[in-house]
């Protein structure tokens, strides 16, 4: 059985495979009829299986459909069609315990809750080899962190974006991975984010109440529900699509304003994909602070603001994003867990300036 693996940084469990063995997908109704396309919509995120990888396992006779290897990547395929795919070993990255301190907000024999700083990436990638949180990990925990199959990363079953702060929860047993990456698949996790967006979220905004995907709930809720896939031309960006893509549900919060110009805002996920709230947010039109991402180009105010907090929002270095609660059922205990952690300086700061701003302070 292939091991679940989160994809979060903003996020779901996808079903991941362990490298060395095989995985088979059915290709969906709609799917592109070259193998490479096919392919590319067809694969679990969290397998980790990029258009270029996929090519090169097509090159190689690693995918197979009715057990005979296909090499051609435009070979014409057909929806419904069983594709198996024979994942070889990874390449071993060096993942060295490095001694980077740690805001550990609980830990026991079987898992560990950290509050992560801006700025630190999850685990080793090519183009973060060191200074990740497994790196901190495997110095803190030892070698009591469980592995995920082939995939060289010790204990994760979620992870947020870099420069997102805030939980999130780490297995340190096997045990305590599957039963953690089990509740993931079931969306029994609470996750709730806190952020700022440009604009105010309103549902009397005819504008908003326009954006497809756009819907509003009791109690002030609004609800963003599309798919998302990898963005065409920009593989390290994500897209909101109506075809081919995953499907992702976001729920917004106002719980501040800010002379219209931002607000505050509670997020939380009933699913869960790579950079959601972020892509959700900038669809439906109020991108996040400091996303230079998803954020685009729009200004504050600082006739509406003053200047001071017009260029302290303008200016904030990051996406304006903080995971802010986390709970779940212990996997072994059975005990229910709730995590709360404090908005970082940055953003304290930030909203600080912008509730003078609008208050004309």
């Known amino acids: 059985m292939a091991e679940p693996f989160v994809d979060d940084g903003d996020d779901e469990p996808e079903a991941g495979v362990p490298a060395g063995q095989s995985l088979t997908v059915v290709l969906p109704e709609g799917?592109?009829?070259?193998?490479?396309?096919?392919?590319?919509?067809?694969?679990?995120?969290?397998?980790?299986?990029?258009?270029?990888?996929?090519?090169?396992?097509?090159a190689e006779g690693a995918v197979e459909i009715a057990g005979a290897p296909v090499r051609d990547?435009?070979?014409?395929?057909?929806?419904?069609?069983?594709?198996?795919?024979?994942?070889?070993?990874?390449?071993?990255?060096?993942?060295?315990?490095?001694?980077?301190?740690?805001t550990v907000a609980y830990e026991d024999a079987d898992l560990i809750v950290i509050d992560k700083p801006v700025g630190m990436v999850v685990h080793p990638a090519p183009g973060s080899p060191s200074g990740t949180l497994v790196n901190a990990l495997l110095h803190h925990c030892g070698d009591s962190l469980s592995g995920i199959g082939g995939a060289r990363r010790p204990g994760?079953?979620?992870?947020?974006?870099?420069?997102?702060?805030?939980?999130?929860?780490?297995?340190?047993?096997?045990?305590?991975?599957?039963?953690?990456?089990?509740?993931?698949a079931e969306h029994s996790v609470t996750r709730r984010y806190?952020?700022?967006?440009?604009?105010l979220p309103d549902a009397a905004d005819p504008r908003l109440r326009g954006v497809k995907g756009v819907s509003f709930e009791a109690g002030g809720i609004i609800r963003i529900a599309?798919?998302?896939?990898?963005?065409?031309?920009?593989?390290?960006?994500q897209a909101v699509v109506w075809?081919?893509?995953?499907?992702?549900?976001?729920?917004?919060?106002?719980?501040?304003?800010?002379?219209?110009?931002?607000?505050?805002?509670?997020?939380?996920?009933?699913?869960?994909?790579?950079?959601?709230?972020?892509?959700?947010?900038?669809?439906?039109?109020?991108?996040?602070?400091?996303?230079?991402?998803?954020g685009g180009a729009r200004r504050l105010s600082a006739k509406a603001l003053g200047e001071a907090a017009a260029t302290?929002?303008?200016?904030?270095?990051?996406?304006?994003?903080?995971?802010?609660?986390?709970?779940?059922?212990?996997?072994?205990?059975?005990e229910?867990?709730?995590?709360?952690?404090?908005?970082?300086?940055?953003?304290?700061?930030?909203?600080?300036?912008?509730?003078?701003?609008?208050?004309?302070?």
Do not use: N
């Open 31 to 58: 799917s592109a009829d070259r193998l490479d396309k096919a392919l590319a919509r067809a694969v679990p995120e969290g397998a980790a299986l990029s258009r270029t990888r996929l090519a090169r396992m097509i």
């Open 73 to 102: 990547a435009k070979a014409k395929v057909e929806p419904g069609a069983e594709v198996t795919l024979h994942l070889a070993p990874p390449e071993a990255l060096e993942t060295l315990p490095e001694d980077i301190p740690l």
């Open 156 to 184: 994760i079953v979620h992870r947020i974006d870099k420069d997102t702060t805030g939980l999130l929860v780490v297995a340190k047993t096997d045990r305590a991975h599957h039963g953690l990456a089990a509740q993931f």
């Open 194 to 199: 806190l952020a700022v967006g440009h604009g």
């Open 226 to 237: 599309t798919l998302l896939a990898r963005h065409k031309s920009d593989r390290q960006r």
């Open 243 to 294: 075809h081919d893509g995953r499907h992702a549900v976001t729920r917004v919060r106002v719980l501040e304003a800010f002379a219209d110009q931002a607000a505050l805002v509670e997020c939380w996920l009933e699913t869960g994909r790579t950079h959601q709230i972020r892509v959700h947010m900038a669809h439906a039109g109020h991108g996040l602070l400091g996303d230079a991402t998803y």
């Open 312 to 334: 302290a929002g303008m200016g904030f270095a990051r996406e304006a994003l903080h995971a802010a609660t986390l709970g779940f059922d212990h996997p072994v205990t059975g």
């Open 336 to 361: 229910r867990l709730e995590f709360a952690s404090d908005l970082p300086a940055d953003m304290a700061g930030l909203i600080a300036c912008l509730r003078a701003g609008a208050s004309g302070g």
